[in-house]
């Protein structure tokens, strides 16, 4: 029943409580005298490792990860499990190699590295479509799950749960990263207890329901045997979902494109490393990539239980539509629904924690873009510090606005993760490949940078709806697998264009990239083995 008793308020409010009022400690007491631009963007230098790690993960994980990937969890399996899985290992690759390249050039948003590398119209025109992305795809989405999982599981209509939502994100955005970076310490403590006591409380019920009582030892050996189809990491041809999930590329291909250009190249992740030196940044990135492996165990498996227990001929009337049809993402918020008193309020509690961290952490990033690379650019090239941190905090005010009012035209979809990805993945080959080789191949020219940044989008859309446009003479190519094609394409364009042109007026090369950079601890190395080790006896046991 979608209610919370005294129980559940009284442990949401001690949260919301704690989270608001830490966040007005942190902001008094680090709050900078100078009100530099630097501060409430990056805030920079004082951002711990365990902060920047937990900050990564408050930040990625949402609604999109609860209500999203439990539903594709409902009608995939584990297999949806590889964005987080295979995000760890590209969380590696990001911290030796991509990392250091900012912070040694004192790189602090995406476009200045565009605008540094190749030149200003390159990085405008990245800087309009992240803009873009950002606000439209991510934000909007994020409210809407959010929004649809909190009516789910209250009294709160939709509505309301949408201006709450962004009441509180804005509140938390407005203090500035450093705000958002510590009070997401407490977001992921929240969001991790409270997704593992819902996924061990729904193994215990489908143990309970099979005869077995609380055992939640048998309840996972039940998900196996109930659902075999459900626990393979790497799909078939012949597998409905394969174009969700196409085989190997969800390894080598498609997905490593996602991934490397999300974690390495997205001013909403790559901002909470920004401001620290190397070693912290990285002890950081290799925190979240400890904490990626987690996810999985309070996302996808919930939606696999409610797999069963929808099989076993139950929760038929929460899991479809009014006309009948079978809603993959309406299986988190069943569950929560029949969690007892108090439980339910954590669970929630966690709900909300990813919900308002992700939005928060996405309106700085919108800021930030808009408020360095077109503000302080095109508008004001004058402006103060104290004037640039007052148009972030408007720009933050208005794209919170501007998503809240879309994102009830989300409710058409059925599996909105599987719409998040597709969609990003529009443009991400392009910005991984003028990334990349702007990084590592100097020779790469602007006009080379300027063909991939406005070659993606049409490429991606050519190779999306040419089966439609030929009546199936093209065949239909899945998403991650266009990814991956959009990706080498860009690049071999790129890479002609710089031999035929390989000088132009305005190419800027003057990132500093030297071997020395890409150098780590032993610590680091004996981390990176053990991510690494888990993963492969992972996708080992369920291939």
Known sequence: MNTLHTADYIVFFVYFIAVSFYGYYVYKKKKAKTGEAKEFFLAEGSLTWWAIGASLIASNISAEQFIGMSGSGFALGLAISSYEWMAAAALILVAIFIIPVYLKNKIYTMPQFLATRYNDRVSSIMAIFWLLVYVFVNLTSIIYLGALAISSVSTISFGWSVFGLVLFAGFLTLGGMKVIGYTDVIQVIVLVIGGLITTYLALTLLSTEFGYGKNVIKGLSLLKEQAPDHFHMIFKPSNPYYKDLPGISVLIGGMLVNNLAYWGCNQYIVQRALGADLKTARKGILFAAFLKLLVPVIAVLPGIVMFVLYNKGLFHAEMTSIVGVVKPDHAYPTLMN??????????????????????????????????????????????????????????????????????????????????????????????????????????????????????????????????????????????????????????????????????????????????????????????????????????????
Request: one cysteine or more; a positive charge.
């Open 338 to 543: 029949i969690l007892p008193s108090g439980l339910k309020g954590m669970a929630f509690a966690a709900l909300t924690a990813a919900i308002v961290a992700s939005l928060a952490g996405k309106a700085n990033s919108i800021s930030t873009i808009f408020s360095l690379d077109i503000y302080k650019k095109y508008f004001n090239k004058g402006a103060t510090e104290a004037k640039l941190v007052r148009t972030g905090k408007w720009v933050v005010i208005v794209s919170l606005s501007i998503a809240a009012l879309v994102a009830p035209s989300l409710r058409s979809l059925d599996q909105v993760y599987q719409f998040i990805q597709e969609y990003v993945g529009f443009i991400s080959p392009g910005v991984l490949a003028i990334f990349l080789l702007g990084f590592f191949w100097r020779k790469t020219t602007t006009l080379a940078a300027m063909t991939g940044a406005l070659l993606t989008i049409p490429l991606s859309t050519v190779l999306k709806f040419l089966p439609v446009w030929t009546s199936g003479s093209f065949p239909d190519i899945a998403f991650l697998d266009r990814m991956g094609i959009c990706f080498v394409l860009t690049v071999l364009v790129m890479v002609v264009i710089s031999f035929i042109k390989p000088t132009l007026e305005g190419d800027q090369k003057v990132i500093e990239v030297d071997s020395s950079m890409f150098r780590f601890s032993s610590g680091f190395a004996f981390g990176s083995i053990i991510i690494l080790g888990i993963l492969a006896a992972l996708y080992t046991v369920f291939w």
